[in-house]
């Protein structure tokens, strides 16, 4: 019988190819608007780090202005200052912790071939590399040691390895950047999480960066953040000392925590550091100290843009008007029908058998919908990509994934048999007869 | 035309034409509230940021060596020098952002010496010099320029401020909302205990950020400052900006080798990379509108065209009967006007609705009154317009059909 419903489903479909196609357009098109935004979404919203949610913390602490939160209502400051991050980091009280920020530096390559260009490198403590989980593709990252012992060592991106040493494994090989010679130590694998949840500032969708350095080298070379950089009162002494010294927060701090108990000892620790600051004077403000998973923190620095909220209610209403649109020509179809339905039933077709007839013909025009709104999807992302192209980065946001493709032909399915529903009823309603009787 | 039997047939099938009362209701909801969006932020793209931006263009040089700050300064002084010695250049300075450019510096200033509060009121800061005010063609309503011996270098070892300051009139505005008079010669703090001279009033200089609240708030400062990365602003004349980009590039790329000149970048290009996102707002709002018209009227099409197929005999019957066929349009047109009027009372409704919510939760601005009623009748209008072609070819059947048997 399933057979010869969708011979007869064919056949229907066939006998009204414009309206039909119309149908099936409606349904592409609005499934089409709302996967774009919602594919957009999918990628600003994503957790690069998601199988270790439980285990990453960010760490904020509140030093701000005894007289104005650093956000109403009482947020703590989004970033963490020198004093405090190197006297955490010393203490060594989480299973891992990374203290990092980025810098422009001058990157000068050997020989003639490439000029000096200006390069923004992450700054950081040498536990980066194993807690966010970076991939290597030669070497490694640099140890604790090092960190201490301010060693000159760096570690590249892929393609920055491909553009200043041609791809080749250049362990040892020597990288000069503001007139200093770094060691490399290892290069990086394929790396690019989006967003770049280790860093929420500036534009989190840029991706990482290309160099690293620990952060000892870049504090004692008196390197500057190109991040963002925020004070509550003025450092008391001038020049990068002063700076170091002062309550101005420019630092992101993460720790690695194994367990519920772990967090717990971590959460009281900090607890303790700050009433022991307070004790000295600093800390003005109640406690309130935070430890935020990735997830946490990505939506506390809402990191999806409020357009993206908006396009996505109205792609909604607009998927909505396709679907009133689909009911609206399914019903005049059924009506014109009637004739045929009640002939049916009056030869002994139950309610049941003219359901799953009608039903089957709408969800083949749903699945035709789907399939053609995965294009819709696609050239709607292109679209996007049209519209954004001065932004270098909107290639990372405009990725369709598996889970992408399936969720449209889903929507799709379940909307064009919520479309199917009422006008299908309408059919299995006809008496049986009804429009004999006229003839 | 009599609308009594119009509405009283229409009843009789009610369901096609709720669908299409409220496919045209959630369309309006739509196309408003799209528009005000859409109207939002041509205003916003449309505001003007200060400076002459059509002849001003910028550039950055990151020194890559270590130099002393004596040093520093004089390479400045040098590039400066060279650049307002071309030909064509108006002015430059250095500087340590612009408008547009999404990245400066912010300070919060109070009437009161101390700890800021949450009466202080934040301000984008530009360090210039005497050169600053005609670099960025602002216009002073108020009090005068900078004197050179105003003007001094930052002492890396001392954060104190410069003690006098030329701010726009939103600024001032904010800082004393009640007066009147002249704001020339008052003074208010800054970096916590540090006093500022108000010696001079602009009209406009937008702040970097061009989302921010207080984006018309800023205030320029006679201080230069001696890093490593510095910002050059320079002001061409009329039509020469184009031809003096290169030159001056490669003019700075010869004078020195430790350092890179990065960041060649028009004004219009600023702005455009700073409107990226209301413009493709725009574009994408736009096409939303059009592409949902084009469906509503196509839906209004073919629910017209099953009305006309199914209701041929009656149709042919009235032509027997006497009617013209300007009736049988008449009949349809005004049969999508009842339909058009009872979703557009609706999609109104929904409108406002969805509206207030949006400008609750997103913080837009709510729409001008004219929005709804312009959209209604732009949609009546689609309407009729798409119904126009069904009604005439049932106006086209022939009266002899009624005498067929159906």
């Known amino acids: 019988m399933l057979r010869y419903y969708l011979k007869l489903g064919v056949l229907s479909i066939r006998a009204n190819p414009a309206l039909s196609a119309l149908m099936v357009a409606a349904i592409a098109i609005g499934i089409g608007a709302c996967m774009t935004i919602v594919t957009v979404r999918h990628v600003m919203t994503d957790n690069p780090v998601a199988h270790k949610n439980d285990r990453l913390f960010h760490v904020q602490l509140d030093n701000w202005n005894p007289n104005d939160p650093y956000e109403e209502p009482d947020e703590p400051p989004e970033q963490v200052t020198y004093l405090d991050s190197t006297a955490l980091l010393q203490a060594g009280r989480a299973f891992r912790q990374v203290i990092s920020f980025k810098s422009d530096r001058v990157v000068q390559p050997e020989g003639d071939e490439i000029r000096p260009f200006q390069e923004e490198v992450r700054a950081t403590s040498a536990d980066f590399f194993a807690m966010f989980d970076v991939p290597f593709r030669y070497g490694s990252g640099w140890d604790a040691e090092a960190d201490r012992g301010e060693e000159r060592v760096t570690v590249l991106s892929s393609p920055m390895n491909d553009r200043l040493f041609g791809g080749e494994d250049s362990t040892g090989r020597m990288l000069r950047m503001n007139d200093e010679l770094f060691r490399v130590v290892g290069v990086l694998d394929d790396w690019n999480p989006v967003p770049t949840f280790f860093d929420l500032n500036n534009n989190p969708f840029d991706g990482p960066e290309q160099i690293y350095a620990p952060f000892s080298v870049a504090v004692t070379g008196e390197w500057g953040s190109s991040g963002n950089n925020s004070c509550w009162k003025p450092p008391e002494e001038g020049g990068y000392a002063g700076y170091l010294a002062s309550e101005c927060i420019w630092i992101q701090m993460w720790v690695e925590l194994q367990d519920e108990d772990e967090k717990a000892a971590y959460a009281q620790f900090l607890d303790d550091y700050v009433m022991e600051q307070k004790e000295l004077g600093r800390f003005p403000r109640e406690l309130n100290n935070r430890l935020s998973t990735p997830e946490e923190w990505m939506i506390n620095r809402e990191v999806v843009d409020d357009t993206v909220s908006v396009l996505l209610s109205l792609a909604v209403l607009f998927l909505i008007v396709c679907l009133l649109n689909t009911i609206g020509l399914l019903l005049a179809k059924v009506i014109r029908r009637s004739n045929d339905i009640s002939l049916r039933r009056a030869l002994g077709a139950s309610k049941a058998e003219l359901f799953r007839q009608y039903i089957i013909e709408a969800g083949m025009i749903g699945v035709a919908g789907g399939v053609a709104g995965i294009g819709m999807t696609w050239l709607g992302l292109r679209g996007i990509e049209n519209v954004f192209a001065d932004y270098d980065f909107i290639g990372n946001l405009v990725k369709m994934d598996w889970a992408m493709v399936g969720l449209a032909v889903a929507l799709a399915i379940v909307a064009a048999l919520c479309a199917a529903l009422y006008p299908t009823w309408r059919a299995c309603s006809v008496s049986p007869a009804s429009t004999l009787r006229v003839q | ?406």
């Open chain 2, 1 to 406: 035309m009599d609308i009594g039997p119009i509405w009283r047939a229409m009843l009789k099938n009610k369901s096609g034409f709720v669908l299409i009362a409220l496919q045209i209701a959630v369309t309006l909801t739509i196309m408003v509230n799209a528009f005000g969006i859409i109207q939002e932020r041509v205003n916003k793209i449309d505001r003007d940021s200060g400076i002459d931006e059509a002849n001003t263009f910028a550039f950055a040089s990151v020194l890559f060596k270590d130099y002393e700050r004596e040093q520093r300064m004089a390479l400045i002084d040098e590039d400066l020098d060279l650049i307002r010695n071309v030909p064509g250049v108006v002015n430059a300075i250095a500087s340590n952002s612009f408008p547009l450019r999404q990245g400066g510096w912010s300070m919060a200033l109070g009437l009161e010496p101390g700890n800021q509060t949450p009466e202080s009121v934040s301000s984008a800061i530009y360090f210039v010099d005497e050169h600053g005010v005609e670099t960025f063609d602002l216009t002073l309503i108020d009090g005068q320029n900078f004197t050179p011996d105003q003007v001094n270098w930052a002492d890396p070892e001392d954060n104190t401020w410069p003690a006098w300051g030329i701010i726009t009139e939103a600024l001032g505005k904010e800082l004393w909302p009640d007066e009147t008079g002249s704001y020339v010669g008052k003074s208010f703090y800054i970096n916590d205990n540090d006093p500022v001279n108000i010696i001079g009033v602009i009209d406009k200089l937008q702040a970097p950020w061009e989302s921010w609240s207080g984006v018309e708030r800023s205030m320029i400062v006679p201080q230069r400052r001696a890093s490593e990365f510095v910002r050059y602003i320079v002001r061409t004349e009329p039509g020469r900006r184009d031809e003096l980009m290169p030159e001056i590039e490669a003019m700075l790329v010869a004078s020195n080798a430790d350092r890179i000149i990065r960041d060649m970048v028009t004004m219009e290009e600023v702005r455009k990379l700073a409107y990226v996102g209301d413009a493709a707002l725009i574009k994408i709002l736009g096409f939303v509108v059009v592409l949902l018209t084009i469906i509503t009227s196509l839906g209004i099409i073919g629910l017209a065209s099953f009305n006309v197929s199914r209701r041929t005999r009656q149709i042919g019957i009235r032509r027997a009967l006497g009617a013209s066929k300007p009736a049988v349009v008449r009949y349809f047109l005004v049969e999508n006007s009842i339909i058009s009027a009872v979703g557009l009372v609706v999609g109104a409704a929904l409108s406002i609705g969805l509206n207030i919510a949006m400008v609750g939760a997103f913080s837009l601005e709510p729409l001008a009154w004219y929005v709804i009623p312009a959209g209604m009748l732009a949609l009546w209008a689609v309407g009729q317009a798409a119904v126009a072609g069904p009604a005439r070819r049932a106006s086209n059947i022939a009266p002899s059909i009624a005498t067929r048997s159906g």
